[in-house]
Nanobody
C-alpha cells in the first residue's frame, strides 16, 4: 500500500510556472507507475501525465505536451510535475496517483493523493 501527499499548488498568472510534488510513503514506491490527473469544476477527472516505474518512459495528454514535464526520484519517493506556460484552462485540482502499470483511466487507479489546487489567472 502507498500513501500520497501532493504539494505546490497555488495561484499563478497565465504564462507562469509551477512545480507540483507528490511524496509517497512506503518502501515500494519504485514498484508503481505514477500519474498526474486533474479535475476542473464541473468536469470529469482527466489524465495529465504518466511516468514508468524506472522513469524511462513518459506519456502526456496532448493539451500539455511541450509545457509539462513529469519526473520522479525513487530514492526520495517523490514524483514531480513541472508546469510551464500555464494557461487559465489548466486551472484544476491536480491529483497524484499510483498504479501497478500505466493507466490513463482514473477508474482503474489503485491509490490517490488528496489533491492540490492550481489556479491560473488570465
Amino acid at each position: 500500500q502507498v500513501q500520497l501527499v501532493e504539494s505546490g499548488g497555488e495561484l499563478v498568472q497565465a504564462g507562469g510556472s509551477l512545480t507540483l510534488s507528490c511524496a509517497a510513503s512506503g518502501r515500494t514506491f519504485s514498484s508503481y507507475a505514477m500519474h498526474w490527473f486533474r479535475q476542473a469544476p464541473g468536469k470529469e477527472r482527466e489524465f495529465v501525465a504518466h511516468i514508468s516505474r524506472s522513469g524511462g518512459s513518459t506519456y502526456y495528454v496532448d493539451s500539455v505536451k511541450g509545457r509539462f514535464t513529469i519526473s520522479r526520484d525513487n530514492a526520495k519517493n517523490t514524483v514531480f510535475l513541472q508546469m510551464n506556460s500555464l494557461k487559465p484552462e489548466d486551472t484544476a485540482i491536480y491529483y497524484c496517483a499510483a498504479h501497478t502499470y500505466y493507466s490513463p483511466d482514473p477508474t482503474r487507479i489503485d491509490y490517490w493523493g488528496q489533491g492540490t489546487q492550481v489556479t491560473v489567472s488570465s
